[in-house]
Structures are given as C-alpha cells and as structure tokens.
C-alpha cells in the first residue's frame, strides 16, 4: 500500500509534525498542516504541505488525522475536532496521552497511539505503535504503519510498554550521544583531531547498527578482541567502571521518569477534558 493521493492531516507543524510532513510529501501523501503562527505554517508550507489555522477544515479535508501537538495543548486541539472526527482514523504522536484519553475525547474517530524518535530528522525513526489490550491493532493498522514508515520503521508493542519505549528509543539516542561524546575525546586524548575522532565513531556506530541485524553484541565484541590485544585491554580498563550497571540503571531511570510524566500528562489531562 502506498501513500500517493491518500490526505493526511498533520495537526501541530512543530518540530516531530515537520518531520512527519517531509515524509508523507516524499511518499506522495496529500498534507494539510495545521499551527497557530505564521512561522509554523510557512516551515510547513515550504515542506509542501497546505496549510492552515483551523484544526477542524483540517480534519474534514483528511482520510487520516496525525496529532503532532504537545500534550498540554491537546484539550483544546480536542475540543476542536471533536465533533469532526466520526469514521476517521487518527493516530497520536503526542508522550503520555493514552489510547483511554484519545477514545474518551475523539468520539467514533478509529484512534492509534505512536511513539517516534529524534531519528525521524533523518527518516530513522523506530516508532513504536501501540497494541490495544487484547492485543488488538485496529482495522486501519497497515495505513497507519504506512504513515509512520515515511520517517522510517515501525514496530508494534502494549501500551503498557510505552514508557519503557520512550525510555529505550525516545531517550536512548542522547545517552548514546553522550557515551558517543565520551569515546570521541578518549579518542581526541589519544592525539586525533576532533573532526577525524567523530568520523571514526559515526562510522563504526553505522557499521555495528548493520551488523547487529546479523549477530548478537558479544558476537561483535569477541569477533574484535584478538587475545592479548588492544580491545581486550580497553575492555578490561571498561570494566571496571561497571559499564552494563551503569547503562541498565539509566535506562531504567528514564523508563521511571516518563511513568512519572505519563501519570501527570494523564491525570492533568483527565482532569481538563472530564474523564474519570
Ligand atoms: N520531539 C521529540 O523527539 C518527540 C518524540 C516523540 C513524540 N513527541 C511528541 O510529539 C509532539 C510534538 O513535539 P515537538 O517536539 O514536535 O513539539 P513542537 O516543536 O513544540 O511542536 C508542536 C507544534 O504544535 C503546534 N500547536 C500548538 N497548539 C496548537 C493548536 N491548538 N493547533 C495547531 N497547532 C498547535 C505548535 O505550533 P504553533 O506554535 O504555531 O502553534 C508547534 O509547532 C509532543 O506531543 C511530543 O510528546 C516528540
């Protein structure tokens, strides 16, 4: 299933909704992109996408509805569309709003629950999708997962997961550009430029993301590590530092916070729209 001619909603031309617009346009989708400033619309417009103010003339014009808005602007965006979205699919990008919330708010709308990284910038987004208790996906899924595969892969988990996705996904890429700002200036304590250390990085970290389709990480490592060699002694001097701990713990902790964010951006959001 392609995307040429299908019209696709973007409400909330921001910086992940921009992202969302470039790939639907590349796909040939038809976009129609909402804001509120006239920079916002612009960005939008110059991606290729028709534009305008009113979040309903949006909704009326689409087959699907992507929310791009940020959680705490979703009252009113809701409040809006509510009355528009009867019969259509809609699908939200927006952290901690739950599949409960968008049901309850977007009365008769097919409703989808995406989780997109930092990667769509560059069309590598892992968007995790969310499976309905049950395990349901919605009879609009392969529409949905066309959407989201304009800013690049998909994968389906339980809602219940979400938080532990944002953390993985969603939070993982600025742990590994801190661990990856790390190795660069070993590598510039070494005596490399700067410039010289960060190509190095950026290409084995490419290599290793080809390679993890083929082979488990230990793989890759004992593969690296001749005996007696350079790579058993950085390892060695790694270890000590409990790296996995450390790595674990901060996974952990970012799944921790977004529980803690999610349950805010839900309640606070209950409270606004009158669900119980
Ligand atoms: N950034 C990420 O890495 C990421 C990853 C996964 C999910 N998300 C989710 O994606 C959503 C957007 O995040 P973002 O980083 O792209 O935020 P953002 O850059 O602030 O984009 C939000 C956009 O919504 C527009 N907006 C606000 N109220 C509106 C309204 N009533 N009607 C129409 N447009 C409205 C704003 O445009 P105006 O200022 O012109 O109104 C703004 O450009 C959030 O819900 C976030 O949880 C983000």
Same mark, same amino acid.
């Given at each position: &299933? ?14 992940? /909704?921009?992202?969302?617009?470039? !790939? ?5 989708? +038809?976009?129609?992109? %909402?804001?509120?400033?006239? +920079? ?43 009355? *528009? ?29 995406? &989780? ?18 049950? !395990? ?46 790390? &190795?660069?200036?070993? !590598?510039?304590?070494? /005596? ?21 389709? +083929?082979? *488990? ?8 590590? %001749? ?8 390892? *060695? ?10 790595? &674990? ?28």
């Amino acid at each position: &299933m392609g995307l040429e001619g299908v019209r696709v909603a973007v409400l909330g031309a921001g910086r992940m /909704g921009s992202a969302i617009i470039r !790939g639907l346009v590349a796909a040939g989708a +038809e976009v129609i992109a %909402t804001g509120r400033r006239r +920079e916002t619309l612009e960005r939008a417009a110059a991606l290729g996408a028709r534009t305008t103010r009113s979040n309903t003339e949006a909704v009326d014009e689409a087959d699907i509805v992507v929310i791009a808005v940020k959680p705490f602007n979703y009252p009113e965006v809701a409040e809006e569309i509510a009355g *528009h979205v009867a019969g259509k699919v809609v699908a939200s990008i927006m952290a901690g709003v739950t599949l409960k919330i968008l049901d309850k708010t977007l009365p008769g709308a097919e409703t989808y629950r995406a &989780m997109p990284n930092i990667g769509a910038l560059v069309g590598r987004s892992v968007t995790a999708l969310a499976l309905r208790d049950g !395990g349901g996906r919605g009879s609009n899924w392969r529409l949905v997962e066309e959407v989201f595969k304009t800013i690049g892969s998909v994968v389906w988990i339980p809602e219940s997961l979400m938080d532990a996705w944002t953390a993985l996904a969603g939070s993982g890429p600025g742990i590994l550009a801190e661990i990856i700002d790390a &190795m660069i200036l070993g !590598g510039v304590a070494a /005596g490399l430029r700067r410039d010289v250390a960060t190509k190095a990085v950026a290409e084995q970290l490419r290599a290793i993301a080809d390679l993890l389709e +083929e082979k *488990h990480p230990a793989a890759i490592r004992d593969e690296v590590a %001749t005996p007696g060699g350079t790579t058993i002694a950085g390892i *060695h001097a790694l270890s000590s530092y409990s790296p996995r701990r450390m790595l &674990m713990d901060a996974i952990l902790a970012a799944a921790e916070k977004s529980r803690e964010l999610s349950e805010y951006v839900a309640n606070e959001l209950a409270k606004k729209l009158n669900i119980d």
